[in-house]
Structures are given as C-alpha cells and as structure tokens.
C-alpha cells in the first residue's frame, strides 16, 4: 500500500520549466516500488511520460520528451521528479504519478512500465498548462 500525492503543477509559457514533485507514503517502503508519469489530455487517452526503476538506476521515456524530460528519484525523501525543459503546446494535461510493483527482474520491465495497467496505485493528479 502507497498513497502518491503530485505536486508542483501549474501554468507556463512555451519554452518555459516545471519541475513535477511525487511524494509517497505507505506501508510498504518506496524504494521497492518502480514510479511513472503519465499525463491525460481531456477526451483522451492516459499516455505514458517517462519511468524510473526502484534504484532509480534506469529510467525510460516517451519519445517526444527524450532530451527535454528528466525523471529523477530521492528514496530517502520518498519522493519521484519529473523536470519538464522546453515545454511545447502540446504538453498540457493532469499529470499522473503511480506506483509500480513490478520486479526489478522481470525482463520485460521496460516495456510493461509503458502501459498505465501495470501501475498499482496511482496519485490525484496535477494540472500543467502551457501557453503559447
């Protein structure tokens, strides 16, 4: 059991920064949990941003984020970071933070941590608008 909670959203111009925090409590330690961003755009569908691995040792992302996107991890803080550079009109959703339980083993991880099905919990959301 782990509650995340976003924060950190908010609104920018084009070309501008948001850093995304993710902090997590439960039971169950935050350093065995894998985390992910995915984002929502009204009337569609939850699209995968970008993971990080328990250690935080790889981290994997959606293609248009590569080289502007940072997704970072302070297990002593319980907490996960998206940084988001250059932000482009198209960026603009509620930004999702979840948990996955997937083991650090499992050959396939890289991929399965694309899918919002393998995320076992998930935060409320945080809104990030950009204007052009």
């Known amino acids: 059991q782990v509650q995340p909670v976003e924060s950190g959203g908010g609104s920018v111009h084009a070309g501008g920064s948001l850093r995304l925090s993710c902090a997590a409590s439960g039971r169950t330690a935050f350093s065995s949990y894998a985390m992910g961003w995915f984002r929502q755009a009204p009337g569609k569908e939850r699209d995968f941003v970008a993971a990080?691995?328990?250690?935080?040792?790889?981290?994997y992302y959606e293609d248009s984020g590569q080289g502007r996107f940072t997704i970072s991890r302070d297990n002593a803080k319980n907490t996960v970071y998206l940084q988001m550079n250059s932000l482009k009109p198209e960026d603009p959703a509620v930004y999702y933070c979840g948990a996955s339980g997937l083991s650090s083993g499992n050959s396939a991880i890289a991929s399965m941590l694309r899918q919002f099905s393998e995320y076992d919990y998930w935060g409320q959301g945080t809104q990030v608008n950009v204007s052009s």
């Open positions: 990080i691995s328990q250690s935080g040792s790889n981290t």
